[in-house]
């Protein structure tokens, strides 16, 4: 029988088939046909179709099964027609329910549709994430632009001694250069470190060029906390150290990075400056982002925006940690990552950045 | 360090070129004299000249000349400094007898004396250059004094000859207890570490830092000792320093100044008083020059410029630069230069020096631009992924990152505990509110809370990552520091909604988070019951188990606290070390076969003692080694009214499945049954 058929067949394949072979019955000389089209009209919504498909169909009290029932009772020449007709009729009412059901599926869809409206202009759920904050953005924005470069990170610890963070870097005491960096001391010995160039030494002590990394991380100065500074901030400091490095590949090297961080059009400028540990010393100014370097109250009308310190690694430096420095050559540089992130987000106060204040954070 | 435009010309015919002034402010910047702002001063320019602490020689308008007259290859004209003639006749009426007791400190003392001075006030010429400069004319000796350090840097006094005891000059070191009242005011107490300017019995000058009073030059002066010295820079700086006194010559000298510069000094300060005062020499030059200096000779080879520059700087312009600068070139062999570095530029002493000075005056600006190319993969550092994660899971959970201050003080801390561990001081700290470094991050977060509270954010959620300190152990770790992480939240979790309520943040919600985090780390953390953090409610308490060791804790602010701080809800806050966290290897995730059979789950209600922890229940569970246990978890918990006193009523939902097969009726139950068994044998609970 076709319905046997049907239930063995795949699933998926099984609705397709349906459609097409119980479509050859459609009406039935059954007189129970009549009063199942009476039923079927009356129907409005697919509850009330499931009743009359019961009413009909359900396997115990179901009216096709009660005639299914008194097919014995027909004398045995009679039965096969018997029996026809009223396979007939289920057929015929199968297929006018599916019809039916599709009908009414329709219609309820399409009312559906019709009717159900929400304001999709109230407002959607507050998920409330958090954010990093606005030192840490750019901090990543940086590392990773000389990660991909191809540097190494390295780290180390906040509490120096004087060795690495002033005399290996040649500032010995008494140098005039201590004086720009005015330092917080723990004893004579140990301090919290100006900037991250003890992370350089102590990476320089360790590996032998060529080297490529980039040492961020937290320094202290003994300053008083107002609009523009802090005893505490950020810095990031660059060292490449192999044969051939020149003063040009500092350059060059900084301009795809300030290309990348800022944009395409970004011009470095190297001027002369002094810091003890390199020689040719270098302040490096990039093309004011703001104004592209016409002028603007940004840059103070100059064009420029000083941003780093910079230069080829002192002799001395590389004397004191075993580099042969008529073999190698290498470029430093070290920048404030505060100092970015307060460029580029034009933040008008650096405390801001250490208040924690969530309206302040939550911008970034 | 102001400098007039109208003084450089005196030096240097910059006016020829015909430049904007700006364009002479961005030539000095680019020599490496940054100018920051350029002023009007009569019919002057000033230029405000940022000069680093290296170029001592370009604190006045020679040396600044000197770099203008380099850039633009122009001639140097300097002022005359040829010796005044003496009146011997009269030298007889004015003895003086200089000596250098100290020559360590004080390598060098020229001096000379002149008569018949008239102290007057300066011709306006004067007044002005050192009006033009910031500073104030007092009397034409002291003025000319003062004209000659800014006009070719170098720092002179004037006694009043009368005024010096037994005409003599002493320089020696000073000796405890003696004591000088210096021209402002004050009564300085010096000590053997300072070098001092002595007259027959008592001292009359700090050396290179500031006179005396007594000996000042006055109105009635009519007899002038002229002192141009030269001394050793880090005395000088200490004794500034010692004596909190930082003066036009002591900044001067503690950065080197030019040890060939003292006799010309004299002779041009002698010749212009001279002509202003009128006043005759009636002694020689008198030059006390023990120590002997020879000039500094290197060796620049032109191929270095290159390897360093990244260019070769053509051999005529090398030349140039350093006749221009008055360094004594001479061309050995081919492209190998012998230089001689003059007496002005002791900062100058390795080849890498002389390849900077090239470098400045062939222009940063035409040193080309060349990319390296990259050596290896770039590598973050090994902590890294680490915070990655913890970061974007806490940003995730609704945090926003703090930074604070790695300061504190004893009576911050004690407002949180009454046992202060042992903190790291700070030895010369810059406020009252910096002393010593931070043992933990919570009064940091908690401040925060308070402050954003205030302006009236109610819902505050913070972490911050940073380092905490503590005093090392042995005299060779004397301070330890400590990577940590701390989480703070108040407020609602579920922020009010239109269209739904608002449900507080409590403990169970900060431990979830906690618990996530080392979920993301795939590494095991468990959470004990404790009662002895001083800042934590005893009750709402936490330890944080990491491998078996305590890292950490979580918990409820303690109610003391919340009164100190008027913090109108709950604050919950965490605090944990990373230090062993970053020294397990960053587990890979690792991927298990999705289940191919139902899991059956089963729900099993029941009432035990309340002092019993669930912690205790589900390792008793665990104990049981079920294979098909995949889950057991608390789904209700009641407490109250309808239970006896002492008593909770616990819901857990207890999952099995087998991994190869479905399992049947008869299987689980027989598990389950297992399970209940257990926990009524372990824990008396009475099933409902």
Known sequence: MILKALDSLPRRRNKLWKLETVVDTESSSHPLWNTFQLDLEKVTN?????????????????????????????????????????????????????????????????????????????????????????????????EDIFVRMGYTVVVGPEIESDHYNFEALNIPKGHPARDDQDTLYINDTLLLRTHTSPVQIRTMEQHQPPLRIIAPGRVFRRDSVDATHSPMFHQMEGLVVDEGITLADLKGTLEVFFRELFSEETRVRLRPSYFPFVEPGAEVDISCIFCGGNGCRVCKRSGWIEVLGAGMVHPRVFSMVGYDSERYTGFAWGMGIDRIAILKYQVDDMRLLFENDIRFLSQF | MKISYQWLQEFVDIDILGLEIEDVGNALTMVGLAVDVIEEFEDDYIFDVDVTTNRVDCLNHLGVARELAAQFRLKLKKPDFLPLPYDQTRAGGFPIEVSIEDSDLCPRYAARVMTDVAVGESPQWLRKRLESVGQRPVNAIVDVTNFVLFEIGQPLHAFDYHLLADSKIVVRRGRQGERLETLDGTVRHLDDSMLLICDGDKPVAIGGVMGGADSEISEASKTVLLESAYFEPSSIRRTARKLGLSTEASYRFERGGDPGLQVSALNRACSLIAEISGGTCVSPVIDENPVERKPQVLTLRGKRIAQVLGTPVPTEDVQTIFSCLEFQPEEETEGVFRVEVPSFRRDVELEADLVEEVARHYGYDRIPSHYPAATGVGRYADTEKIDRLLISTLVGAGFFEAVNYVFTTPAREAVFTKTIPPLVPVANPLTEVDTHLRATMIPGLIESVKQNLNHGVDNVRLFETGRVFRPGDSPSNEAHEERRLALVATGEFYGSFWNQLSEPFDFYHLKGIVAELFKHLRQPIEFQQTGDVPFLHPGIAAELLFKGNRIGFLGSLHPRLIETFKFPKAVFLSEFSLEEVYSQRLMEPEYKPLPRFPSVERDLSFVLDRAISFSTIDLAVQALQIAELKDFRLIDLYQGSRLPQGKISLTVRVTFVAPSRTLTQEEVNERFEGVVAALKQKFSIEQR
């Not at chain 1, 009679?78 to 006018?96: H, I, T």
């Open chain 1, 46 to 142: 697919l509850e009330g179709l499931t009743e009359v498909r019961d009413s009909y169909l359900g396997r115990q009290r179901g009216l096709v099964a009660l005639e299914m029932r008194k097919l014995g009772q027909f004398p045995p020449s009679e039965r096969p027609e018997a029996g026809r007709v009223l396979n007939e009729l289920k057929n015929a009412v199968l297929k006018a329910l599916e019809t039916r059901q599709t009908e009414l599926k329709k219609r309820r869809d399409e009312s559906r549709v019709r009717e159900e409206r929400i304001d999709t202009t109230l407002p959607g759920y507050n998920f409330k994430t958090g954010g990093i904050h606005p030192i840490r953005r750019v901090w990543r924005e940086m």
